[in-house]
């Protein structure tokens, strides 16, 4: 019998904690801290940003965790490849190890080599590659010959090491700042003679700090690493997706029990239910987290988005009215799901249901005001014609029917129709060529803009507001709080 997703994520971190010596640290919530590159966590080494920044030491030199992530926006972006693939997530687990300055590349290989074929996880060495660093001229770093040396005495074939470049494999925080050479390790997955390689496991060494003209080598280098959970369950327990593992069969039963349409089957057709059964499980776990984690749809725009796009989904594609029952009983799911590993899951699901049924009303209010009758809008705008809605997305013919409402208007309001409806711009612009008319697209990318320093503003753990106790109002009716956690002060909801 295969391990569960539990056994797996315990077998980690027991593996590093009570076999090798790591502190293991918990997951920091998924809202960043004082970090406004990142409107979400979204790796492992975000909450060790400033060790490795030297602005900080800690006790442990080395250390184990699972921290939740969210891959929304930024230089990490996965929501558009959610559903059509059966390993990406908006949200999902990832389980990592660090040495700060401790122990070096041919340890952090060998650990992570160890865990993954010898018992209990016994992956067969034949399914595995590894890819290593060529080097590059205009950066200055040269070929990272160590772990090729490494792989090669470990035993992995000449022809299970893949040799990349810049783009590939090596790993910068920003312009300047820490940065090196990382390894990874593959999974040919089903097993394909080496074609189908998926990502499963990233090992950066940061060994050098880029400084404004120079690459400085560091004296003592940290090793930074990070596996998905879902992908590692996938393959332990033989599934051809991450979405057939036990991290989501519980969450698509609670979606047919409510719907009763159709069981998942797991097909990748593009047409069928099954992306729709993908999509909303994943976003019913990214929305229960970081509802959870105390962010706030008002505050962070790409999580009311994905709210909204669930609400449709749940009330379009599976027949659920009205929609937040369904987000709701997802939440509970999770809740129970998760619970174990992230406490504030349970602590917190009463509020998140109530966050979610809050959003639901303002969301509902905006929609009443629009009627859904695409032929009648055909008719009224002929050239809509064009357009088939129900391969548009779902806030397509709401947005349509807007339009032709406020047929005076000069021009296309890009960021109601981006914001409200949930337009992609690709769709906007289209609109707007069928109708001759000019979008307004400067509105929109100043009030993401506005909206996005909102977000900083919030999650800024120093800023003055919380010094001072001045808490900024929202369109929402909630109080607020100051929550202090782990020396730390961010806002909280008030429920
Ligand atoms: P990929 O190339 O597959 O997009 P990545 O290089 O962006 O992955 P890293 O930033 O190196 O990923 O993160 C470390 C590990 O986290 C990956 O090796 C992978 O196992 C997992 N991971 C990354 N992104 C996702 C995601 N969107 N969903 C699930 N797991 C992920
Ligand atoms: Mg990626
Ligand atoms: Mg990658
Ligand atoms: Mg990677």
């Known amino acids: 019998s295969f391990l569960s997703s539990n056994e797996i994520r315990k077998r980690f971190i027991d593996y ?26 979204n790796a492992g080494m975000c909450q060790f940003k400033s060790v490795l920044l030297g602005q900080r030491t800690l006790a442990a030199n080395c250390v184990a965790n699972s921290q939740k992530c969210i891959r929304v926006g930024g230089k ?15 949200f999902f687990e990832m389980l990592g190890n660090w040495s700060f300055g401790h122990y070096g590349k041919a340890e952090a290989c060998h650990l992570a ?14 399914q595995l590659y590894c890819t290593v660093f060529n080097g590059d001229r205009t950066l200055d770093v040269e070929s990272d010959n160590e772990t090729l040396q490494i792989w090669k005495n470990i035993g992995v074939n000449d022809d299970h090491i893949v040799m990349n470049g810049v783009n590939d494999n090596f790993w910068e925080m920003g312009e300047t700042g820490p940065c090196g050479p990382c390894t990874e390790i593959h999974i040919d997955y089903p097993p394909s003679g080496g074609k189908n390689l998926i990502e499963l496991w990233n090992i950066v060494f940061i060994q050098y700090s880029r400084e404004k ?3 400085r080598k560091l004296p003592n280098y940290f090793i930074d690493t990070g596996m998905g959970l879902e992908r590692l369950t996938m393959v332990l327990q033989d599934k051809t997706s991450t979405y ?7 969450i698509f039963n609670i979606i047919f029990n409510a719907c009763r349409i159709s069981k998942y089957t797991g097909l990748y057709d593009g047409t069928s239910l099954d992306t729709y059964y993908r999509v909303l499980a ?19 725009h790409k999580l009311r988005r994905l709210i909204r796009k669930s609400f449709i989904l749940a009330e379009t594609n599976f027949k659920i009215q009205p929609g937040y029952t369904l987000i709701c009983d997802i939440a509970n799911e999770v809740s129970n799901s998760l619970g174990n590993v992230y406490p504030e899951l349970i602590k917190n699901n009463e509020k998140v249901k109530h966050l979610i049924k809050h959003e639901y009303a303002i969301f509902n209010k905006l929609r009443m005001s629009v009627s859904k009758d695409w032929k009648i809008m055909v008719e009224e705008c002929p050239m809509l014609k064009s357009f088939d809605p129900y391969e548009e997305c779902t806030g397509f013919v709401p947005a349509c029917n807007y339009l032709i409402k406020h ?7 890009a960021f109601t129709l981006y914001d409200a409806f949930g337009l992609e711009k ?5 609109l707007a060529e069928v109708m001759g008319k000019p979008v307004n697209w400067n509105e929109l990318y100043e009030k993401l803009k506005k909206l996005q320093t909102k977000t900083i503003k919030h999650t800024e753990r120093k800023s003055n507001i919380y010094m001072t106790g001045n808490i900024p109002k929202t369109d929402d009716s909630f109080k607020y709080e100051v929550i202090r956690h782990n020396n730390e002060s961010y806002l909280s909801p008030v429920l």
């Open 76 to 90: 990490h972006n996965d929501l558009d490849i959610v559903g059509s693939d059966g390993y990406h997530h908006t």
């Open 213 to 215: 003209n120079t690459m």
């Open 407 to 413: 047929k005076n208007m000069s021009n296309i309001p």
């Open 113 to 126: 080599w160890n865990l993954l074929t010898l018992p209990p996880f016994n992956i067969p060495t034949e």
């Open 282 to 300: 994943d976003h019913g776990r990214m929305i229960t987290v970081a509802l959870s984690d105390n962010m706030l749809p008002s505050q962070n």
């Open 16 to 41: 590093f904690v009570k076999e090798n010596d790591h502190k293991y640290i918990k997951s920091s919530p998924v809202v960043p801290y004082n970090d406004p590159t990142i409107a979400f966590v």
């Open 426 to 430: 690709k769709t906007i612009g289209r």
């Open 244 to 250: 057939d593992t036990d991290l989501f069969s519980s």
